[in-house]
């Protein structure tokens, strides 16, 4: 019997976590508030906005992805994303995992209380800039905005929805 306790997010003051038993959950507990300022509290429901827990299997995802020859580290971004804009046309798969795409972040235009962002969203977001922060490689700079676009990445090069592939080629299993 295996118990793998899993933060599934972290809102200070509010959390929740949930504990699974050989792939199902045996225990859920949320609290604090989700809003301060509105005192509304956590829930089951609560969206909660990953952001970096999930880096990690993103680059997991697309280091497989190289593996099985279905992209390479330094495809341009836009071999893989057909809507891609042109002022970012030098950017790579390489730049996006490294955080040296010089893409802006959306995160720092996104209103806290916006509801559940997709990746699709941020690929929107990209496409009206009109240029790069500066040119890729050329400087380190922590971008959320490049794991949204690796996630689509992902789900172009595998043809499956990204939680799809993640299940299928990450997820746990406890024998």
């Given at each position: ?62 280091l497989l992805l190289a593996k099985d020859g279905k992209l390479a ?103």
């Amino acid at each position: 019997m295996i118990i793998l306790p899993i933060v599934l997010a972290m809102l200070d003051p509010g959390s929740a976590l949930i504990v699974l038993q050989n792939g199902k959950p045996i225990r859920m507990v949320v609290e604090g508030a989700a809003d301060i300022q509105s005192g509304r509290k956590v829930t089951r429901k609560t969206n909660f906005r990953l952001a970096s827990i999930t880096k990690q299997f993103t680059a997991t995802a697309i280091l497989l992805l190289a593996k099985d020859g279905k992209l390479a580290i330094d495809d341009p971004a836009a071999k893989h994303i057909p809507a891609w804009p042109a002022y970012a046309k030098d950017v790579t798969i390489r730049h996006l995992l490294t955080h040296t795409s010089g893409l802006p972040d959306y995160d720092n235009d996104v209103p806290d209380s916006r509801p559940q962002l997709l990746d699709a969203d941020v690929l929107a977001f990209v496409q009206k800039q009109n240029a790069l922060l500066f040119a890729p490689g050329a400087k380190y700079s922590y971008s959320n905005t490049a794991y949204a676009i690796l996630a689509l990445i992902v789900e172009q090069a595998s043809k499956q929805a990204f939680p799809a592939f993640l299940k299928a080629r990450i997820s746990s299993r406890s024998e």
